[in-house]
């Protein structure tokens, strides 16, 4: 093989390599973008599961409160309910006396 021969296989054995390089470099960006693209669906579904599940919690918590809440006043309200009955008859005395008199 002449020198000229040994220089052109040279060259086609680097275009090769080279040819294989880069189809290589596109196929592992190719799969790091996918890769990257699926680790950043899950981030949001994890991010969107976390969410809802925090939603849930202060929605559960806001209705707990409410309902204490409601409690408390329902309570006071029987509370002035009572009061107000016991004072009918005093009231309905007052009345009398000033309607008679």
Known sequence: MSMIEEIKAAEKAA???QQLATVEARNLLR???DKAHQEADALVVEA?????ALVTKAEAEAKLKAQELLNKR?????????TAR???PQAAK??????VV
């Not at 329902?74 to 009572?82: Q, R």
């Not at 007052?94 to 309607?99: L, N, R, T």
Request: aromatic share 4%; net charge negative; glycine share 0%.
């Open 48 to 52: 969107r599961t976390k969410a809802k």
């Open 31 to 33: 799969d790091a973008e």
């Open 86 to 88: 016991e004072r009918v």
């Open 15 to 17: 275009d090769e390599t």
């Open 94 to 99: 007052y009345i009398v006396e000033k309607v």
């Open 74 to 82: 329902s309570l006071a309200d029987e509370e002035l309910t009572k």
